[in-house]
């Protein structure tokens, strides 16, 4: 009698301590996920705040020259306006197209990368 008590508390504390082990790995796997994300997250803030500068320069030294050309303010910015909505509407439509599913697919590659070799390095 007294063995099975011991049996079972024996796999009791093994049992606990497996699970425990399992979510430290699960805590462990989240938090390597995320350090590699925050860096390009990062980056990516960084980068499109700097893009947005190039571009808003860009758009208003370039509103200025049509300015110039054309001798009208209204046509020359009209211009610049003219091709951002056109820029819109193709980004609004190649999204719907082909971007979501890029996006997704990167996303899921970054979240499940060594996933492959994990699972047959324990098998």
Excluded: C, W
Aim: net charge positive; charged share 20%; no cysteine.
């Amino acid at each position: 009698m007294e063995i099975e008590k011991t049996f079972f508390t024996d796999v009791q504390q093994r049992i606990e301590r497996y699970v425990q082990d399992r979510m430290l790995l699960l805590k462990l796997q989240a938090a390597e996920q995320a350090a590699e994300f925050s860096p390009k997250l990062i980056l990516g803030v960084v980068l499109s705040f700097i893009g947005f500068f190039i571009v808003l320069f860009a758009s208003i030294l370039l509103g200025n020259y049509l300015t110039m050309i054309t001798g009208s303010f209204y046509i020359g910015f009209g211009i610049i306006l003219f091709l951002y909505v056109l820029l819109f509407i193709l980004v609004i439509v190649l999204y719907k197209k082909h971007f979501k599913k890029i996006i997704t697919n990167q996303v899921v590659k970054m979240f499940f990368s060594g996933t492959k070799e994990e699972v047959e390095n324990v098998s």
